[in-house]
T-cell receptor, first 113, second 109 residues
Framework: SAVISQKPSRDICQRGTSLTIQCQVD?????MFWYRQQPGQSLTLIAT?????????ESGFVIDKFPISRPNLTFSTLTVSNMSPEDSSIYLC??????????FGQGTRLTVV | LAKTTQPISMDSYEGQEVNITCSHN???????ITWYQQFPSQGPRFIIQ???TKVTNEVASLFIPADRKSSTLSLPRVSLSDTAVYYC??????????FGQGTELSVKP
């Protein structure tokens, strides 16, 4: 099955700064998604990363705060902008191909101080 | 996307069979039922997917009644390493997953 690599695996950042998380899949996929998982909670879908066009954001998430890029079929980035301690969370990307189940990266554990 | 309801937590002992039931009353005709497993500090891992009746793979079975308003994940002879959170999801095959709260399974020796 396909493998997703996420970088960084963890980071500690100062409030007011931004962090870009990279997600690389080892084979072409049709769909890519970004999730957030706060401590002890379930996953919340942030957005669908669309190749070559603007991401589709879920309710409560906006492009200015979480800009997303997907320049090709195997790579996407999520930026957490102007961070505050409330952004401390695990961020995960997932990918999907036609007629296969979605699979996930290992996540990026972000701590904002 | 249909909402799912499952128990928040379950306890079991090694060697027992564990059945986790999920309710999805508003499942749509083209929706599939998918279960994921998540260990701490890891991304969710696919376990099994089905549309109706029974599906079995090397790790689990999935039972889906005719009305498809619920489903049951069955884990045979669990071990300590099966301690994890199990998520039931309902949706089409577009890959967009909406997670509920999940069931935290604790397997004891």
């Amino acid at each position: 099955s396909a493998v997703i690599s996420q970088k960084p695996s963890r980071d500690i950042c100062q409030r007011g700064t931004s962090l870009t998380i990279q997600c690389q899949v080892d084979s072409q996929v049709t769909m890519m998604f970004w999730y957030r998982q706060q401590p002890g909670q379930s996953l919340t879908l942030i957005a669908t990363a669309n190749q070559g066009s603007e991401a589709t954001y879920e309710s409560g998430f906006v492009i200015d705060k979480f800009p997303i890029s997907r320049p090709n079929l195997t790579f996407s980035t999520l930026t957490v902008s102007n961070m505050s301690p409330e952004d401390s969370s695990i961020y995960l990307c997932s990918a999907d191909r036609i007629n296969t189940e979605a699979f996930f990266g290992q996540g990026t554990r972000l701590t904002v101080v | 996307l249909a909402k799912t309801t499952q128990p928040i937590s379950m306890d079991s002992y090694e060697g027992q069979e564990v059945n986790i039931t999920c309710s999805h009353n508003n499942i749509a005709t083209n929706d599939y039922i998918t279960w994921y497993q998540q260990f701490p500090s890891q991304g969710p891992r696919f376990i099994i997917q089905g549309y109706k009746t029974k599906v079995t793979n090397e790790v689990a079975s999935l039972f889906i009644p005719a009305d498809r308003k619920s489903s049951t994940l069955s884990l045979p002879r669990v071990s300590l390493s099966d301690t994890a959170v199990y998520y039931c999801l309902v949706g089409d095959e577009g890959g967009k997953l909406i997670f509920g709260q999940g069931t935290e399974l604790s397997v004891k020796p």
